[in-house]
Every structure is written in C-alpha cells, then in structure tokens.
C-alpha cells in the first residue's frame, strides 16, 4: 500500500510535499506529481504538506479518483524523481 496523488493536483504542481518525502517516491511529470507505490513507505509526511489536499492513502481514495491508483504508478515509471521545492 502507497499514498496516491490524485486530482486535485492535476495543474497545480506544488512541490512543498518532495521535501519531507524520506523515500525520493515524488516523480514530476507535465501536469501533476506522481508517487511511487513501490517506493512509498507510509509515512504520511507529505499528507500535511500539500496545499491542495490532493494526496490520499491507496485504501482511502474516493471512487471517483481511483484510477489515480495505477496513474501513480505508471507516472513515477514515466517521469523523473523530484527531491527539492520548485516555484509553483
């Protein structure tokens, strides 16, 4: 199990969450952030940190956002790891 970004994200792109991630699981791709399921260890650290309330533990997405759950894992195969805030 993984945290998962989800649609509130799609075109904001805030970077406050990669910051207090310990595992690097943040990808960046064109239109939002991505979590690595097999990266992610749970640790919640970036729940709090994210300005849109976008991110969600995978047993507790909304049904309408559930196929956000394999859209993270596929972006963070796709798109480079981001560790550092960017200007948003």
């Given amino acids: ?39 992610c260890i749970d640790c919640e650290a970036c729940v709090p940190e994210c300005p849109v309330e976008a991110i969600f533990h995978e047993s507790n997405v909304a049904t309408q956002w559930r196929h956000y759950v394999q859209l993270n894992a596929d972006g963070a195969r796709r798109y480079p790891v981001i560790t550092e805030k960017r200007q948003s």
Avoid: Q, W
């Fill in 1 to 39: 199990m993984a945290f998962v970004v989800t649609e509130p994200c799609v075109g904001c792109k805030y970077t406050d969450c990669v910051t207090v991630c310990p595992c690097e699981s943040f990808h960046e791709g064109e239109r939002m952030l991505y979590i690595n399921p097999d990266h």
